[in-house]
């Protein structure tokens, strides 16, 4: 869907209005625009751009408290214008205030007011029509519901092993983040949201259960990245077995340290693997890059790097699984 702030043209907006009576719907703006059907905004800046963008922002902000993600909790091993010219102005105008997430919220708002004071400051008035952005976020919501249950019922019925399972179960919790969004600002358009099957505590227990049943043989090129694998390994609840069917591979490749206006560098990356029956199913890269002042502190950095990070990777890898 192409998403795009549409702008609304009347006599008065288009004919910059200039004089030192004060427009009511700068202070009241439900009397002309309905609160029943209307979210409101007003912006003001030294001139009529800004001011239209930071309308469009303070309309944005009546949704600005969004639900954040926020993955695993590793420390309890849970998942948790012309008009056509007008309008390419205004768009971008518009973006230098309204991030992408906040466009996407504000799909069909429409600049509908704009006013000069004697002093030279510039008003304008953004509003939303509260009805078809109930219909479009009431879909969107109901579109995640359809997209979490078919990934829950992929991970229990058809899913090939037990890591893609618990990859699909990620995608699920991944999209209920952005439901819990959707359903937010549901509300706050319709003043009632919707009640969805899979709540983010029934997928993070089902993650959890899912990271339970598994069980990894590990190998590393080094002993101290093995010991960074297997403190991840138990950090997620899964179980270390020599006999499982699972492999998980670590290497960690390194540059000579270089010196570099007073700081010692260490640079390279990290790679971890997982093999299933002999097949391949995950691999994964990330870059290490440490430094500090005494030579012989930069392989501690690099050591305390991997300890703080390996749980992240590592399931990072296993919920890349296909």
């Given at each position: 869907m192409k998403i795009k702030i549409g702008t609304t043209l009347i006599l008065g907006f288009v004919l910059t209005a200039c004089g030192s009576t004060q427009p009511d719907w700068l202070d009241k703006p439900a009397e002309q625009y309905p609160q029943q059907r209307y979210l409101s905004a007003v912006g003001e800046a030294d001139d009529r751009n800004t001011a239209d963008g930071r309308a469009l922002a303070n309309l944005a902000k009546i949704f600005e408290v969004a639900i954040k993600d926020s993955s695993l909790d590793f420390s309890q091993a849970q998942v948790t214008s012309d008009q056509s010219q007008r309008s390419v102005?205004?768009?971008?105008?518009?973006s230098r205030y309204v991030s992408t997430e906040a466009r996407q919220v504000l799909e069909g708002a429409q600049l509908v007011e704009?006013?000069?004071?004697?002093?030279?400051?510039?008003?304008?008035?953004?509003?939303?029509?509260k009805a078809p952005a109930e219909r479009r976020?009431?879909?969107?919501?109901r579109s995640a519901d359809r997209q979490i249950e078919d990934r829950v019922r992929y991970a229990s019925q058809q899913a090939p092993n037990a890591v893609v399972a618990?990859?699909?179960?990620?995608?699920?919790?991944?999209?209920?983040?952005?439901?819990?969004?959707?359903?937010?600002?549901l509300s706050i358009v319709s003043g009632k949201g919707i009640k969805g099957y899979y709540d983010r505590a029934s997928l993070e227990k089902l993650l959890r259960n899912a990271l339970v049943i598994l069980h990894f043989n590990v190998e590393a090129d080094s002993a101290q990245l093995h010991q960074s694998v297997e403190s991840a390994i138990a950090a997620l609840g899964i179980t270390l077995d020599k006999n499982a069917p699972y492999r998980l591979?670590?290497?960690?490749?390194?540059?000579?340290?270089?010196q570099k206006q007073g700081w010692y560098w260490l640079r390279g990356s990290t790679e971890l693997s997982l093999v299933y029956q002999g097949e391949a199913i995950a691999s994964k890269r990330w870059p290490l890059k440490v430094s500090?002042?005494?030579?012989?502190?930069?392989?501690?950095?690099?050591?305390d790097k991997l300890s703080e990070e390996m749980t992240t990777y590592l399931y990072d890898?296993?919920?890349?699984?296909e």
């Open positions: 102005s205004n768009t971008q105008a518009t704009n006013w000069q004071a004697e002093d030279g400051k510039s008003y304008a008035l953004a509003v939303l029509e976020f009431r879909e969107g919501v618990l990859a699909a179960l990620e995608q699920a919790r991944k999209i209920e983040h952005q439901r819990s969004n959707l359903n937010r600002n591979t670590a290497t960690m490749d390194t540059e000579p340290v270089q500090a002042t005494d030579k012989g502190m930069v392989a501690q950095r690099a050591k890898l296993i919920t890349s699984a």
